[in-house]
């Protein structure tokens, strides 16, 4: 089977590449390298054995689109592209809400003008808002998030929920990612943020490499055990096997058609604190920090109920903290530049 991966060379698209590949489908991926490294996908194909068709293209561009639709006989699309940093959302959010959202709607035009069904799509814990509590539950009301990018993905589920009615053959499956963090076991895929990075971990293991001097942790008086913030973290390479359980789920469920979400987490939420002890443990590496005041739009707490995702899919994520965090160094230690 063909599956079109869109953003396929970025952190979470590649790990996803990798796991498709070994569960024997063809991939095709479809990326504009903003980015990312085409590296990655050379290293997957290393890894792997296998090959990846590889197309360098914008999903805004529907000509290049449909070309590929029409030379390739698309089964499935699994759509990552995106912009994702939160802070930049704010400061340059048409170009999100272009990337984002327009991407998408080009995306689905060019599905449905290809009779192409089956969608799934990264969505983000970013959904439930403000407004929802945790554990957060896919039968919430979607939220109103504080950023331009939690918006684009609001906007996203919204345009999928739309499509399926006024296209009654569409088959979309809306993945909520919570916090991925790690690397593939062989250190030779990772995360590799352009710049400073935004996430937590990455930071981390940029102090530890030496590139960064201090870690800032925003805020130590939020309402939580230790006052910083929680989050649900799993292990990239679950959130790509968990992509790969959702394909299968469509391709088992031939009767199914509309859309439906699933939370991809642990079900745990762990503080910011106990990730840099974890990853002091799990290296023995000191890792110097300050605190600083809380960064605007930081929620204090949230985790994920993935109880539907247990039952439905048949996935659970397997990987524990210190793999999560033994893998991350593993990719950041043997690649202090990334792909560079
Ligand atoms: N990493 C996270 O913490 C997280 C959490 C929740 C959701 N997500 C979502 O998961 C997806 C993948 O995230 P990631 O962490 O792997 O990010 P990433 O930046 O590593 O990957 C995104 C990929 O999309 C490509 N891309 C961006 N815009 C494009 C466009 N217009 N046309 C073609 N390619 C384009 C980039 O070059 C990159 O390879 C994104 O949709 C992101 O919003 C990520």
Redesign the pocket.
């Known amino acids: 089977m063909n599956v079109l991966v869109?953003?396929?060379?970025?952190?979470?698209?590649s790990h996803t590449v990798l796991s498709l590949l070994t569960e024997g489908y063809q991939v095709i991926v479809?990326?504009?390298?903003?980015?990312?490294s085409e590296q990655s996908l050379k290293r997957v194909e290393a890894l792997t054995g296998k090959t990846v068709t590889f197309i360098q293209?914008?999903?805004?561009d529907k000509t290049l689109l449909s070309s590929t639709f029409k030379q390739h006989k698309i089964d499935s699309v699994i759509?990552?592209?995106?912009?994702?940093a939160v802070g930049e959302s704010s400061q340059i959010p048409l170009q999100y809400f272009q990337?984002?959202v327009s991407?998408s709607l080009s995306l689905l035009e060019i599905m449905a003008e290809n009779q192409i069904e089956k969608f799934i799509f990264?969505?983000?814990?970013?959904v439930y808002g403000e407004e929802n509590q945790a554990p957060y539950v896919e039968s919430y009301k979607l939220g109103s998030p504080s950023s331009p990018?939690g918006a684009t993905?609001v906007m996203v589920e919204r345009i999928m929920n739309d499509f399926a009615i006024a296209m009654p053959s569409f088959k979309g499956v809306s993945l909520r990612?919570f916090?991925?963090i790690g690397a593939h076991e062989s250190g030779q895929i990772g995360?590799d943020p352009k710049g400073i990075p935004n996430?937590l971990l990455p930071f981390v293991a940029q102090v530890a490499v030496g590139k960064r001097e201090k870690l800032t942790i925003f805020g130590d008086d939020y309402p939580t055990h230790d006052g910083s913030c929680l989050r649900d973290y799993l292990h990239v390479m679950d959130l790509a096997e968990g992509h790969v359980a959702a394909l299968q789920w469509l391709n088992n469920n031939p009767d199914f058609y509309g859309v439906e979400a699933f939370n991809l987490g642990t079900g745990t939420g762990t503080s910011v604190f106990e990730i840099v002890s974890a990853f002091e443990k799990a290296t023995d590496i000191t890792i110097p920090f300050e605190v600083s005041p809380r960064r605007a739009g930081d929620l204090p707490a949230f985790w994920a109920d993935a109880s539907k995702a247990n039952k439905a899919l048949h996935w659970q994520a397997k990987r524990d903290l210190t793999t999560m965090m033994k893998d991350t160094w593993r990719w950041q230690s043997a690649n202090p530049n990334g792909y560079e």
């Not at 479809?30 to 990312?36: G, I, K, P």
């Not at 293209?57 to 805004?60: E, Q, R, T």
């Not at 990264?122 to 970013?126: G, H, I, L, Y």
């Open positions: 869109t953003g396929g060379a970025g952190y979470i698209g479809y990326d504009n390298l903003c980015n990312a293209g914008d999903v805004n759509h990552f592209a995106a912009l994702k990337n984002n991407g990264s969505s983000s814990a970013t990018y993905k990612y916090n991925p995360e996430n």
